[in-house]
């Protein structure tokens, strides 16, 4: 395994338009975050996934966010009607918590989408 | 909610040079992360503090956490152009859950030649 993987890794769309991103998490890595980092700042958390259950949205998941990760395994986010303020590095995580102790989260090369 | 603040927001260093970067937390630390970021890519985990007073070190980059827990430093030795980047501090914003991080905005390092 070669670590996260997301794709693609760039995007650019028209406003209003759907997008659609996907993450391959590392292969035994039961939970999965979503992350957003704008030009200059930190990344900040938007959801995470523990195997197929989605345990917490931030306040800055709007409606048209959603993300899934059927099967526990690689995970979809998908943005709805974009608009230019969605333009941003969309980030992807995976770590591995359980009774044995956790890992630090690993993260993928990130998606960066531009809404034009 | 737990806010991370960084110091400084960006450090132009001649190579050789040691430099220090520092990040200060609003609450008591569960776990700290250091990671780094090549501008457009993700982040590469650097290392994970946990204990008041611990000080782990990887080559020539040496992260301490304080005794209060609310405060980290990442001091590089000797910089080389390859530790150019950008310099992030996470926090758990779960107790030991290394996953959902609060994080600072980031330190952006250049090192000239």
């Known amino acids: 395994d070669t670590g996260v993987s997301q794709n693609p890794r760039h995007k650019i769309t028209k406003r209003g338009q759907n997008v659609t991103f996907r993450c391959d998490p590392i292969?035994?890595?039961?939970?999965l975050y979503w992350y957003r980092q704008t030009l200059g700042q930190g990344p900040e958390f938007l959801t995470y996934?523990?195997?197929?259950?989605?345990?917490?949205k931030s306040r800055l998941l709007s409606d048209r966010f959603s993300a899934e990760r059927p099967k526990g395994s690689f995970s979809t986010l998908e943005i709805q009607r974009t608009e230019q303020g969605d333009s941003a590095m969309y980030l992807c995580?995976?770590?591995?918590?359980?009774?044995?102790?956790?890992?630090?989260?690993?993260f993928g090369q990130g998606t960066r989408l531009t809404v034009v | 909610s737990q806010e991370l603040e960084q110091s400084p927001q960006s450090l132009i260093v001649q190579e050789g040079k040691n430099l220090t970067i520092n990040c200060t937390s609003s609450?008591?630390?569960?776990?700290l992360y250091w990671y780094k970021q090549k501008y457009g890519e993700g982040l590469i985990f650097l290392m994970m503090?946990?204990?008041?007073?611990e000080e782990k070190s990887h080559e020539k980059i040496t992260a301490k956490l304080d005794e209060k827990k609310q405060q980290s430093s990442l001091h590089i030795t000797a910089s080389q152009p390859s530790h150019a980047g950008i310099y992030l501090c996470?926090?758990?914003?779960?107790?030991?859950?290394?996953?959902?991080?609060?994080f600072g905005q980031g330190t952006e390092l250049s090192v000239k030649p």
């Open positions: 995580a995976s770590s591995l918590t359980g009774s044995v102790g956790n890992t630090e989260a690993f």
């Open positions: 503090l946990q204990k008041g007073g």
């Open positions: 292969s035994e890595h039961n939970r």
């Open positions: 609450k008591t630390l569960y776990g």
């Open positions: 996470g926090a758990d914003a779960l107790y030991n859950q290394g996953g959902k991080l609060i």
């Open positions: 996934f523990q195997n197929e259950a989605q345990l917490e």
